[in-house]
Nanobody, 120 residues
Framework: QVQLVESGGDLVQPGGSLRLSCAAS????????MRWYRQAPGKEREFVAY????????NYADLVKGRFTISRDNAKNTMSLQMNSLKPEDTAVYLC?????????????WGQGTQVTVSS
C-alpha cells in the first residue's frame, strides 16, 4: 500500500522556522522525484520545491527561494522541507508528491498534507 505521510506542521510566528517531513512507504522511494506543494484556503495548489530521485537536483518556487530547503534521505525513505523566515503568506496545507515514469507508466502519489500556520 502506497503511503506518503507528512508531519511537522504547526503554528509559528512570523520569522520563525519549521521543518516538515514526508515519510514514504509501499513503493521504491529512490526511483521517484519528489515535490512539495501547498494550498491555502480559497487558492489553487501551488508548487513549492522539487528534488530529483537521487537528490542531486533541486528547484524552488520564487516565493520561497532562499528561505526553504528541500532534502531527502533515500536510505530512510523520507523527504524534508526546512522552512526559515516564515511569513504569514506561507500559511497553507503542505503536501508531498512523488512522481516517476516507470515502464512507460506515470506514477503519481500524494500525501494528505500537514497544516502550517504563520501568525502572531
Amino acid at each position: 500500500q502506497v503511503q506518503l505521510v507528512e508531519s511537522g506542521g504547526d503554528l509559528v510566528q512570523p520569522g520563525g522556522s519549521l521543518r516538515l517531513s514526508c515519510a514514504a512507504s509501499g513503493f521504491t522511494f529512490s526511483s521517484y522525484a519528489m515535490r512539495w506543494y501547498r494550498q491555502a484556503p480559497g487558492k489553487e495548489r501551488e508548487f513549492v520545491a522539487y528534488i530529483s530521485s537521487a537528490g542531486g537536483n533541486t528547484n524552488y518556487a520564487d516565493l520561497v527561494k532562499g528561505r526553504f530547503t528541500i532534502s531527502r534521505d533515500n536510505a530512510k525513505n523520507t523527504m524534508s522541507l526546512q522552512m526559515n523566515s516564515l511569513k504569514p503568506e506561507d500559511t497553507a496545507v503542505y503536501l508531498c508528491n512523488a512522481v516517476a515514469l516507470l515502464d512507460g507508466n506515470l506514477r503519481n502519489f500524494w500525501g494528505q498534507g500537514t497544516q502550517v500556520t504563520v501568525s502572531s
